[in-house]
């Protein structure tokens, strides 16, 4: 039972889905970074920051969705590598306008005039364009450049995984034989080689952020976190402040058979 407890605070959301994101708001507002907020899963992290735009979900250091998302690109071409940008986009950005995407990817890729009106629309098909008919890797930045200047101000739900992509490509050779998988592998080498530096305002998981410490810290949600282990380093992340979420101040802890704690 965490009620009293010095330098944390509960915050009940039962039956309002709707207090956890004011919480991360306020934490912003009341306290400096570094901020941490905790869920259990990575994918649980990505949609979270699609709705508080100022946090930045902490990946891990294989790069796997980046290998992932670079695999498929070097594997695609024309038509197919312009489907595989926009449905990047789609997976790593929140607030696009779908509905107005859609037929502009279409007409690109089945070769026919785009009919959007939007400047910003237009100039994506444009980029779009060129990506179509240019084998080389140094058409995909621009692309990825014409999706976040849409008018509706997209946000990032791993921040990481597309400023990864986009230095990757840059920093790639230019002609279409190097693969750009070849790019991340080395992107990722050199920040495992100068160590990574969480973000100021952090989404994590557990796995992630063991062994690291921020001033303030919050569990999104308490149910999440069921285990010993993982409920532990949800725990001791903040040197100064605590605050959690969820139904009960009485945390749930599901504890390992007897036979299998030592």
């Known amino acids: 039972d965490v009620t009293g407890v010095k330098c944390v605070s509960f915050v ?9 994101i004011a919480e991360c708001k306020r934490l912003l507002k009341h306290y400096p970074a570094p901020v941490l907020v905790m869920r259990r899963h990575r994918a649980q992290c990505h949609k979270l920051a699609g709705s508080a735009s100022d946090f930045t979900v902490f990946e ?3 790069g796997v969705d980046l290998l992932k998302w670079a695999k498929r690109l070097d594997e695609s071409i024309g038509q197919k590598r312009v489907q595989a940008v926009a449905d990047f986009a789609d997976k790593w950005l929140s607030g696009l306008p779908k509905a107005a995407i859609i ?3 279409a007409a690109i890729v089945g070769g026919k005039p785009c009919k959007a009106k939007r400047p910003d629309l237009l100039a994506l098909a444009g980029a779009l364009g ?30 990481e ?8 490509v840059r920093k790639a050779p230019s002609d279409s034989a190097t693969p750009l998988r070849d790019a991340v592998w080395k992107e990722r080498d050199r920040h495992r080689r100068q160590g990574r530096c969480p973000p100021a305002r952090c989404l994590g998981t557990p796995l992630l952020v063991k062994g690291l410490e921020f001033d303030h810290t919050l569990i999104f949600n308490s149910a999440e976190f069921p285990d010993a282990e993982g409920l532990y380093v949800a725990l001791t992340r903040g040197s100064r402040s605590l605050t959690i979420i969820g139904r009960t101040p009485l945390l749930p802890l599901r504890l390992p058979p007897f036979d299998q704690r030592f």
């Open 130 to 159: 060129s990506l179509r008919d240019n084998p080389d890797l140094a058409a995909i930045p621009p692309t990825l450049d014409a999706f976040m200047a849409l008018k509706e101000g997209p946000v990032f739900t791993s921040r």
């Open 103 to 105: 037929p502009v990817v």
């Open 60 to 62: 891990d250091a294989n």
């Open 12 to 20: 009940s959301s039962e039956n309002a889905p709707q207090v956890p």
């Open 161 to 168: 995984t597309w400023l990864g992509l986009h230095q990757a």
